[in-house]
């Protein structure tokens, strides 16, 4: 069921206070120092001095002049992150405090916070077996709280889930290279050649989301469970200790391929729980990045 305006506004505003206090507190200056830019552009010539990078050198200027000079650059700042949100069946389970679709919000929007302060571009891509909705990059924090606001109030959309047509979108609508954000559960098939294809164009950063009942049952005896993205019930009897360690073992085997697949493409992951804050695994995060680019 979709959330009532009254329930949706205090979500929203929950989020907004959490995460300001958080990016204010810890995050701002981490992401200040990842997230430095996609390239150069020329600023200036100057003439050249004892030291200067000799690669560097405008030999236009330098024949036109009569002595060397050379090229200066400046950081192109700007950037732009797009969030990929999976808001299929499976993004309204939540056993403990927190359902992944609330997850996937309050993580977008701290991220989304961060890049408003540093004058970055933020947008959106909803999608489940089809794209919902679009968000064009806008520098605003009224684009921040509606991002976060489209992303808690799509739950009447929550059918199957559909990456590969989820990254192909977003690498027609976004031309030139961005941040992008993947948040979902990853509960598809077949989408190796789109999420290579996104993460050679992109920075492609994959936000698995997981639950802890979705890798272990408890022993609650016989349950009648549905599949939130088919809508098919089944039963199960949870109080076989066969059935919970087989269930185990295939959620874990599971999460081995995706690592495996996230590694050998080389996508940077951010693994997010639904019962644990999520502020240690953005630290992590930061914390890789900055280690393997020396910022």
Wanted: glycine share 4%; net charge positive; proline share 4%.
């Amino acid at each position: 069921m979709p959330l009532q305006p009254s329930e949706l506004m205090k979500q929203v505003r929950r989020i907004r206070i959490a995460t300001a206090r958080l990016v204010s507190e810890q995050f701002a200056g981490a992401y200040h120092s990842v997230f430095r830019g996609q390239g150069i552009e020329f600023h200036e010539v100057r003439e050249y001095l004892p030291g200067d990078d000799v690669r560097t050198i405008d030999w236009n200027v330098t024949a036109r002049m009569g002595r060397p000079f050379v090229k200066r650059f400046a950081e192109e700042r700007e950037l732009t992150l797009l969030f990929l949100a999976d808001i299929s069946g499976s993004q309204s389970f939540g056993s403990r405090h927190r359902t992944k679709a609330e997850r996937t919000a309050e993580i977008a929007g701290l991220l989304a916070l961060s890049a408003a302060l540093n004058q970055d571009k933020v947008g959106l891509i909803l999608f489940s077996d089809r794209i919902v909705r679009y968000l064009k990059p806008a520098r605003s924090r009224t684009a921040v709280l509606r991002l976060v606001r489209e992303v808690l109030a799509a739950e009447e959309t929550r059918h199957g889930t559909d990456l590969s047509a989820a990254l192909r979108f977003a690498c027609k609508v976004q031309k030139r290279r961005a941040i992008l954000f993947l948040i979902s559960d990853f509960m598809d098939e077949n989408f190796e050649k789109p999420l290579l294809y996104a993460a050679r164009r992109h920075d492609l950063i994959a936000c698995p989301i997981i639950d802890p009942r979705e890798q272990d049952l408890p022993p609650a005896g016989l349950l009648e469970c549905r599949d939130p993205e088919s809508n098919e019930t089944f039963w199960m009897d949870t109080s076989s200790p066969t059935l919970r360690r087989r269930f185990h073992k295939a959620a874990t085997e599971r999460q081995s391929r995706l690592d495996a697949l996230f590694s050998r493409l080389g996508i940077d992951t951010i693994r997010i729980r639904t019962d644990q804050p999520f502020a240690a695994a953005l630290h992590a995060f930061f914390a890789r990045r900055q280690k393997r680019t020396g910022k």
